[in-house]
């Protein structure tokens, strides 16, 4: 068993990975400054795991306080999930994407490497592959172009990683990058509720399926793809936060390593696939009108996903009809308190 912090924790995908890793039998600790979640995403993991998770409310920025939580927890692993996350606000405000999410990385490298604790779990994303590549995304290959200062902060850090690494050989680093994550936990107590008008598809179709919003813009029917819309590699986020306890267990069993995995199910899925899945498992009718195409995104990119099986045994366990029927138990129970 080991005790891990997790930075952004009481997020979207860090909740869900609370309760993989408190499943598995970790124990874990959170620090979140709440930019973008609530603490009762945390509360709901502790009823639903009957466990205590020792949550710290503050900035990863803020260098006292990690020392603080170093010092006053004794840390294994840390997954670094803290961050901004927004695609197109990113565009809009790229000194405060710069300035979080590489000043929350450097002062949690510093203070980790300061309290000999070794292990780091990242959240990277799909998004440093150069767009250029063949749509099925391998490991190895180039990554920049980024089409937003978000990419870059993500491209940038996974360097910043592999320099520490280097420079620090007791430092050992798994970069996930994943792909499109989606659903919620099968209880419904916690999910991705983003504030104002999603900017993502799932968040979007489950606004949409419970009255809230009142269509779907599906955006681009004429790609060159099977029935015209994007293709994309959609994970189940309690799957996500399965290979991130994986994740952990092979830090703390291979020192020295230095690895980008991505984390997909290794299969595209159509927007149209999605909207059709939706109405299936959840037995209705989607509103939804084509729309232009929206600027920046690509035809089709999915995970190549043979390292992570290979690396962690990770291998997607859930369904797309289970993601669409979690989203959706979640959106309702939410605005059932709405
Ligand atoms: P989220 O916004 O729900 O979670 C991020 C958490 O970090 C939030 O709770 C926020 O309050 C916190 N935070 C931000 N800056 C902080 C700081 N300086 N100090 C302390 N807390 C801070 O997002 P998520 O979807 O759970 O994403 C988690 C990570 O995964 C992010 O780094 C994101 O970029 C990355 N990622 C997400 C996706 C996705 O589609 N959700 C895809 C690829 C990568
Ligand atoms: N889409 C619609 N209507 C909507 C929202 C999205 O048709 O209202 C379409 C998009 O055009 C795209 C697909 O649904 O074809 C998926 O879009 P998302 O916004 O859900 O996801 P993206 O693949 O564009 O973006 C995701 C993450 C980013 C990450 C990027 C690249 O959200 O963080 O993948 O990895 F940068």
Redesign the pocket.
């Known amino acids: 068993m080991s005790r891990v912090l997790l930075?952004?924790?009481?997020?979207?995908?860090?909740?869900h990975t609370a309760v993989s890793l408190l499943e598995s039998g970790h124990e874990v600790v959170v620090?979140?400054?709440?930019?973008?979640?609530k603490i009762d995403?945390i509360r709901e993991v502790e009823k639903l795991m009957n466990a205590k998770v020792p949550t710290y409310i503050?900035?990863?920025?803020?260098e006292q306080l990690m020392n603080r939580i170093f010092t006053e927890q004794h840390i294994d692993v840390v997954i670094?999930?803290?961050?901004?996350?927004a695609v197109g606000e990113s565009v809009h405000k790229p000194l405060e994407y710069y300035q979080?999410?590489f000043?929350?990385t450097l002062v949690l490298i510093r203070t980790m490497l300061a309290h000999q604790v070794n292990n780091i779990v990242f959240?990277?994303?799909?998004?440093v592959y150069d767009p250029a590549n063949d749509p099925e995304r391998v490991e190895g290959m180039p990554v920049g172009n980024c089409s937003c200062p978000?990419g870059w902060?993500?491209f940038m850090i996974e360097q910043i990683i592999r320099d520490c690494c280097h420079a620090y050989p007791q430092l050992n680093a798994v970069m996930l990058?994943?792909?499109?994550?989606?659903g919620a936990h099968p209880s419904g107590v916690i999910g991705?509720n983003p504030l104002g008008i999603p900017n993502?598809l799932m968040p979007y179709i489950q606004q949409v399926a419970v009255g809230k919003l009142d269509h779907l813009n599906i955006f681009g029917n004429d790609y060159p793809t099977p029935d015209g819309t994007c293709v994309r590699d959609y994970i189940h986020?309690c799957d996500l936060a399965d290979a991130h306890a994986l994740a952990c267990d092979y830090l703390l069993k291979h020192e020295g390593c230095c690895q980008e995995i991505n984390i997909g199910s290794g299969h595209g899925v159509s927007v149209m696939e999605l909207v059709t899945a939706f109405e299936k498992a959840n037995n209705m009718k989607l509103a939804y009108q084509f729309a232009p195409r929206r600027e920046g995104d690509l035809p089709i990119f999915f995970a190549n996903a043979d390292k992570a099986r290979e690396l962690l045994g990770f291998k997607t366990r859930r369904s797309v009809e289970d993601m669409c029927r979690d989203a959706y138990r979640y959106q309702q129970k939410q605005s059932g308190k709405e």
């Open positions: 930075t952004g924790g009481t997020g979207y995908i860090g909740s620090v979140d400054n709440l930019v973008n979640s995403s503050g900035d990863v920025q803020d670094h999930f803290a961050g901004l996350k979080n999410n000043d929350s959240s990277s994303s799909a998004t978000y902060t993500k990058r994943y792909f499109n994550p989606v991705e993502n986020v």
